[in-house]
């Protein structure tokens, strides 16, 4: 152990304090709609071959492999939770390379610590560990979530610290090292397609080492044949056309044409990138790093390093908080540098402050998530079907898989690449043979209620309407707003099994005009008015039904009154679930004239649609009220309506 005021000990307890605030991901509140898919994926695959055979997606299967692994070994099937556990020992494994990376740094830079405390790591890596830990929680609980980005960190960290121990200690590594880094870029390769940007960084490192230290051409090739074996081998077992297909051709020609089309990617982007950076100000501190003793070689590894990730972050387009889990390595590793040449006092106080900015954002997992609305959807799906039976979701979010332990009938796992925007003309066709061949027992229609963007109507497609009338039976939850249950019925062709959508009023309790506002998607038209303001005009009409359909007058005992005053209780909720993003952006609608629509009426509007509100007296989002936000959006000068769909803000509604 080191002399008592070095720090080591107050570095260990904050090292203790961040393994607490990962744990939180633990806690039973949350699970993320992708390990929902990933799980449900895992859990339909019958063994590691022909992945596209049994769940469609568009990456490599290397995390559904994991999930498909973690049920076998917990026996937890659909649920993804079990999988967190060994995300917290990926996350820590991670943070230990890095620790160990950084001691290798300033061992290039002449700046060593020679001796060790707990672990076998000096109070520089143990700096380093405990950033790594903090920086991966941050800024959004989407980053304590287990997704491929998560799973590939320990992976990369072995990468990169079989380059750093070949630029300082052993430029001639053991034939066992160097295979095993390549077995861990393949199974990068397998996890995610932005791993290329990681095996550019390798062939540059090999280039600096070459050049620098002449490291043996052997060495590197059985690098490199490692890692070109472990992609042989999955795309053997997945199949090439398969794995090329969905990974490469889909992602490139579709996929980004449908998120330009989706996100503004230039605003999202920056704000993530914002959120992200308020969060890492200790990390401008290892600016000085740079220009203080550095080895060239030491300085290109790390800026090789940087740039693989901040490639791999763009490839994305920055649009969602997990992304930039690859940029966390390299700048834990600078912030040990610098951390370490301060004195006590500020060490304790930057970590103070990074914690307490990770605890803000890692609070979501108390503000409630989607967890429990389908939590009791899974409650339905399990009353209406036995264990052997397979449902299907239309919509966007796997979380009805998770919440009932029902299985998926067809490859598609949800709706997404079924429907619009995401669909092609083949998978439309491909979904439709797919549903015919094998029809679910219980098809579950949430379109309504738009999580993930899905908000299209089973009415859109012909087919599937007609099918749903012959063969199901609709069913609504008078607890449960924004589904509709179709339950597969032993006989076929009804005529009473319509679509709920297809159901118009009687005529003689409301006029025309608001027959038509009621036959709409409520939910479609109360989003789209407001996050989009060339839509504002359908904010005037939404209050004047409201109003409408609290003057009707009727026997409660009519089927058609009862029918009313439920279509009344959807459309209620769903401006609830809405308007709360209104009522963080008034000087928005009062510095801005909405198409067609003059100032003063827009305000009144948005008054009647925040007495609904407040009527039912829900509570204010914290993530509205939460400094990170607010400064993150005054940065890039960001309006708050920018803030995304899946972002935390609107989950909460």
Not at 2 to 13: E, F
Not at 73 to 97: E, H, I, T, Y
Not at 320 to 325: I, T, W
């Given at each position: 152990?080191?002399?008592?005021?070095?720090?080591?000990?107050?570095?260990?307890?904050?090292?203790?304090?961040?393994?607490?605030?990962?744990?939180?991901?633990?806690?039973?509140?949350?699970?993320?709609?992708?390990?929902?898919?990933?799980?449900?994926?895992?859990?339909?695959?019958?063994?590691?071959?022909?992945?596209?055979?049994?769940?469609?997606?568009?990456?490599?299967?290397?995390?559904?492999?994991?999930?498909?692994?973690?049920?076998?070994?917990?026996?937890?099937?659909?649920?993804?939770?079990?999988?967190?556990?060994?995300?917290?020992?990926?996350?820590?494994?991670?943070?230990?390379?890095?620790?160990?990376?950084?001691?290798?740094?300033?061992?290039?830079?002449?700046?060593?610590?020679?001796?060790?405390?707990?672990?076998?790591?000096?109070?520089?890596?143990?700096?380093?560990?405990?950033?790594?830990?903090?920086?991966?929680?941050?800024?959004?609980?989407?980053?304590?979530?287990?997704?491929?980005?998560?799973?590939?960190?320990?992976?990369?960290?072995?990468?990169?610290?079989?380059?750093?121990?070949?630029?300082?200690?052993?430029?001639?590594?053991?034939?066992?090292?160097?295979?095993?880094?390549?077995?861990?870029?393949?199974?990068c390769l397998l996890f995610k397609q932005t791993a290329l940007f990681f095996a550019v960084f390798s062939l540059g490192a090999q280039l600096v080492l070459r050049r620098t230290r002449k490291t043996p051409f052997s060495g590197l090739f059985l690098f490199w044949a490692s890692a070109l074996a472990v992609v042989a081998v999955g795309v053997w077992l997945t199949g090439p056309r398969q794995l090329f297909y969905w990974s490469f051709t889909y992602p490139a020609v579709h996929l980004t044409k449908v998120r330009a089309s989706l996100f503004n990617e230039w605003r999202e982007g920056l704000c993530n990138a914002a959120v992200f950076c308020v969060g890492l100000w200790p990390v401008v501190l290892s600016v000085r790093f740079l220009r203080s003793r550095t080895d060239p070689a030491g300085a290109w590894l790390l800026g090789l390093w940087?740039?693989?990730?901040?490639?791999?972050?763009?490839?994305?387009?920055?649009?969602?908080?997990?992304?930039?889990?690859?940029?966390?390595?390299?700048?834990?590793?600078?912030?040990?540098?610098?951390?370490?040449?301060?004195?006590?006092?500020?060490?304790?106080?930057?970590?103070?402050?990074?914690?307490?900015?990770?605890?803000?954002?890692?609070?979501?997992?108390?503000?409630?998530?989607?967890?429990?609305?389908?939590?009791?959807?899974?409650?339905?799906?399990?009353?209406?079907?036995?264990?052997?039976?397979?449902?299907?979701?239309?919509?966007?979010?796997?979380?009805?898989?998770?919440?009932?332990?029902?299985?998926?009938?067809?490859?598609?796992?949800?709706?997404?690449?079924?429907?619009?925007?995401?669909?092609?003309?083949?998978?439309?066709?491909?979904?439709?043979?797919?549903?015919?061949?094998?029809?679910?027992?219980?098809?579950?229609?949430?379109?309504?209620?738009?999580?993930?963007?899905?908000?299209?109507?089973?009415?859109?497609?012909?087919?599937?309407?007609?099918?749903?009338?012959?063969?199901?039976?609709?069913?609504?939850?008078?607890?449960?707003?924004?589904?509709?249950?179709?339950?597969?019925?032993?006989?076929?062709?009804?005529?009473?099994?319509?679509?709920?959508?297809?159901?118009?009023?009687?005529?003689?309790?409301?006029?025309?005009?608001?027959?038509?506002?009621?036959?709409?998607?409520?939910?479609?038209?109360?989003?789209?008015?407001?996050?989009?303001?060339?839509?504002?005009?359908?904010?005037?009409?939404?209050?004047?039904?409201?109003?409408?359909?609290?003057?009707?007058?009727?026997?409660?005992?009519?089927?058609?009154?009862?029918?009313?005053?439920?279509?009344?209780?959807?459309?209620?909720?769903?401006?609830?679930?809405?308007?709360?993003?209104?009522?963080?952006?008034?000087?928005?609608?009062?510095?801005?004239?909405?198409?067609?629509?003059?100032?003063?009426?827009?305000?009144?509007?948005?008054?009647?649609?925040?007495?609904?509100?407040?009527?039912?007296?829900?509570?204010?989002?914290?993530?509205?009220?939460?400094?990170?936000?607010?400064?993150?959006?005054?940065?890039?000068?960001?309006?708050?309506?920018?803030?995304?769909?899946?972002?935390?803000?609107?989950?909460?509604?």
């Amino acid at each position: 152990m080191r002399a008592r005021n070095d720090g080591t000990s107050l570095v260990l307890a904050v090292f203790v304090l961040a393994l607490l605030l990962r744990a939180l991901s633990l806690l039973p509140l949350v699970i993320d709609d992708d390990e929902a898919w990933f799980a449900a994926s895992g859990a339909a695959m019958r063994g590691f071959s022909r992945f596209y055979s049994t769940a469609l997606d568009n990456k490599p299967p290397g995390t559904a492999w994991f999930y498909h692994v973690v049920s076998l070994l917990g026996g937890a099937k659909l649920d993804p939770r079990p999988a967190r556990v060994a995300q917290l020992v990926v996350v820590v494994l991670s943070a230990m390379g890095i620790g160990r990376c950084a001691e290798l740094v300033a061992r290039a830079r002449g700046d060593g610590e020679p001796s060790r405390s707990l672990f076998g790591l000096s109070r520089r890596g143990w700096i380093g560990a405990s950033a790594a830990l903090v920086v991966t929680a941050l800024p959004s609980p989407k980053m304590l979530a287990t997704t491929s980005e998560g799973l590939m960190l320990p992976l990369l960290v072995w990468v990169a610290l079989t380059w750093l121990r070949m630029l300082t200690t052993s430029p001639r590594p053991s034939a066992g090292r160097l295979v095993s880094a390549g077995v861990a870029l393949g199974l990068c390769l397998l996890f995610k397609q932005t791993a290329l940007f990681f095996a550019v960084f390798s062939l540059g490192a090999q280039l600096v080492l070459r050049r620098t230290r002449k490291t043996p051409f052997s060495g590197l090739f059985l690098f490199w044949a490692s890692a070109l074996a472990v992609v042989a081998v999955g795309v053997w077992l997945t199949g090439p056309r398969q794995l090329f297909y969905w990974s490469f051709t889909y992602p490139a020609v579709h996929l980004t044409k449908v998120r330009a089309s989706l996100f503004n990617e230039w605003r999202e982007g920056l704000c993530n990138a914002a959120v992200f950076c308020v969060g890492l100000w200790p990390v401008v501190l290892s600016v000085r790093f740079l220009r203080s003793r550095t080895d060239p070689a030491g300085a290109w590894l790390l800026g090789l390093w940087l740039a693989a990730g901040c490639g791999a972050v763009l490839a994305g387009k920055a649009l969602f908080f997990h992304y930039f889990l690859f940029l966390a390595p390299p700048l834990c590793v600078l912030y040990a540098q610098s951390g370490a040449a301060r004195g006590r006092l500020w060490l304790g106080a930057g970590y103070a402050v990074v914690c307490l900015v990770a605890a803000n954002p890692t609070l979501g997992a108390f503000w409630g998530t989607d967890l429990s609305y389908y939590a009791k959807v899974g409650r339905v799906v399990r009353e209406l079907t036995s264990k052997d039976e397979s449902i299907f979701v239309w919509g966007g979010n796997a979380l009805p898989l998770a919440a009932s332990g029902r299985g998926f009938s067809t490859r598609f796992v949800t709706a997404r690449l079924a429907a619009p925007p995401y669909a092609t003309p083949e998978t439309s066709r491909l979904f439709e043979a797919e549903f015919r061949k094998n029809p679910p027992k219980l098809f579950i229609d949430l379109h309504e209620r738009g999580d993930c963007g899905f908000n299209v109507p089973v009415d859109s497609r012909a087919w599937l309407a007609s099918e749903l009338k012959r063969n199901y039976r609709a069913r609504r939850e008078p607890s449960l707003p924004w589904v509709t249950f179709y339950v597969r019925a032993p006989g076929s062709g009804a005529d009473d099994r319509r679509p709920a959508a297809s159901v118009a009023e009687p005529p003689d309790l409301v006029d025309e005009p608001l027959e038509r506002l009621l036959a709409l998607p409520v939910t479609k038209l109360v989003g789209a008015s407001l996050r989009n303001l060339d839509h504002a005009l359908a904010l005037e009409p939404l209050a004047r039904a409201l109003d409408s359909l609290d003057r009707l007058r009727g026997d409660e005992r009519e089927p058609s009154v009862r029918e009313l005053r439920s279509r009344r209780r959807l459309l209620s909720d769903a401006v609830v679930r809405e308007v709360g993003l209104v009522l963080g952006t008034r000087h928005a609608v009062e510095k801005t004239r909405l198409a067609g629509l003059d100032r003063a009426l827009a305000l009144d509007t948005l008054a009647r649609l925040e007495s609904e509100f407040r009527r039912r007296r829900r509570p204010l989002p914290l993530s509205l009220e939460s400094p990170l936000w607010w400064v993150s959006l005054a940065l890039v000068k960001l309006q708050p309506v920018a803030l995304k769909r899946d972002s935390p803000a609107q989950r909460t509604l």
